[in-house]
């Protein structure tokens, strides 16, 4: 028997590959153990924005890996490998390559594509309580089976997109879908066990199925083909990019008429077509706000989020300007204020001139007050850059 413990940084989606390796240890005959009395030690790093990647580097450098093995994986081991390599000379798998753990542990009879996906992030993800709290008062109680957490239903890694701000795509690559029948499995389980509540994510949650000759409309459609028609089931989206809010809006109208789907995290991240085109985001924001309308029209109780990003190079005052106009279009029920982050291998560097911090501070502060003069909420975070 080997004992393990499992650290996570970041997002859900990297939460759930955790919380695999977890379940691939445990199968394995490995107890999970608190890190000082681990033999191997797994840290899932973040390396996506600035703040996140400097917890990551500490963290690994408060690790004793004389006496331990450990594995670094994440995004960290492709986003900041020259960094972790000043100090660190152990085992990097980035998480774009997890499928091949089994290479790190040949002696394991059970392989990692042997455990179902899970649908839910593993225990140390800190960021994983106010993730979930956002869905919670979906639930609807019952005197038995009753689940206090959402379920999580990651249906993809990897980002076919190459926004000019993010390094997402350089280090998950490109879109790798999970199998249909994977993804179905793992949603007729959880239904089995009542659940309640699923919110679908990935690093582009819409993508789903290009690579495979499907799409995420044809997989809703099958996961509604399987869910009994006489149980309490809700679904919520995170992170929809746009492009993909347009191509499948029909199919989400459904849900959503139905009462099936009833929140939606669409991030737009800019209001004017200067600066979605330096973002390399491809949409028109009026196309985005009729189909939003669409959407309220058909059900008043859809809640929809979006996100907005500050203080990207070239941003002006007309910029924040066209911000107010879309929330007095009275779309979105929640809005989240977002500084920019400049990776050094984002290809914004290049893009000119460049925003002072406290600029782009000062107008993530007039948005969230305006914001609250109209009665919605905002939060205002300057370490996520999604």
Not at 62 to 71: A, F, L, W
Not at 182 to 201: D, G, M, P, S
């Amino acid at each position: 028997m080997f004992k393990y413990f499992i650290k996570v940084f970041g997002c859900p989606m990297r939460g759930v590959e955790a919380e695999r390796v977890n379940q691939y240890f445990s199968a394995n005959g490995g107890l999970e153990a608190p890190r000082e009395k681990a033999d191997i030690v797994i840290i899932f790093g973040c390396s996506i924005v600035e703040l996140n990647n400097a917890i990551t580097m500490e963290y690994i450098k408060s690790v004793d890996n004389d006496k331990q093995r450990i594995i670094i994986s994440g995004c960290s081991p492709i986003i900041s490998k020259e960094e972790i390599r000043e100090f660190f000379d152990g085992e990097l798998l980035v998480s774009k390559e997890l499928d091949n753990i089994d290479e790190l542990f040949p002696e394991f009879k059970v392989k990692y594509n042997d455990i179902l996906l899970p649908t839910v992030s593993h225990k140390n993800l800190e960021y994983n309580k106010f993730y979930l709290n956002q869905y919670k008062h979906y639930r609807k109680k019952l005197s038995l089976n009753f689940n206090n957490n959402p379920q999580l239903l990651i249906t993809s890694k990897g980002c076919p997109n190459a926004c000019s701000y993010c390094t997402v795509r350089f280090a998950m690559g490109n879109i790798n879908s999970y199998p249909e029948d994977t993804i179905l499995k793992t949603y007729k389980k959880a239904l089995e066990k009542k659940q309640q509540v699923f919110i679908f994510n990935g690093d582009d949650t819409g993508a789903y199925g290009i690579d495979i000759n499907s799409g995420f409309d044809e997989l809703l459609l099958k996961l509604e083909g399987i869910t009994p028609k006489d149980q309490y089931v809700k679904w919520a989206i995170d992170n929809l990019h746009p492009r993909w809010l347009l191509k499948y809006q029909e199919t989400l109208l459904k849900f959503i008429k139905q009462g099936r789907i009833v929140d939606m995290v669409i991030p737009l991240q800019a209001a004017t077509e200067k600066l979605l085109k330096l973002m390399r985001r491809n949409y028109k924001i009026s196309e985005i706000i009729s189909v939003l309308k669409r959407f309220k029209e058909a059900n008043p109780k859809l809640k929809l989020t979006t996100h907005f990003l500050f203080g990207f190079p070239g941003e002006l005052d007309d910029d924040i300007e066209a911000i107010k106009q879309i929330i007095d279009q009275n779309c979105f029920n929640h809005y989240v204020a977002l500084r920019y982050f400049e990776s050094p291998k984002a290809d914004s560097v290049k893009i000119t001139p460049k925003v002072p911090i406290t600029q782009a501070q000062k107008r993530m502060k007039e948005i969230q007050e305006y914001i609250i003069k109209k009665g919605y909420y905002c939060q205002i975070t300057e370490h996520i850059n999604e």
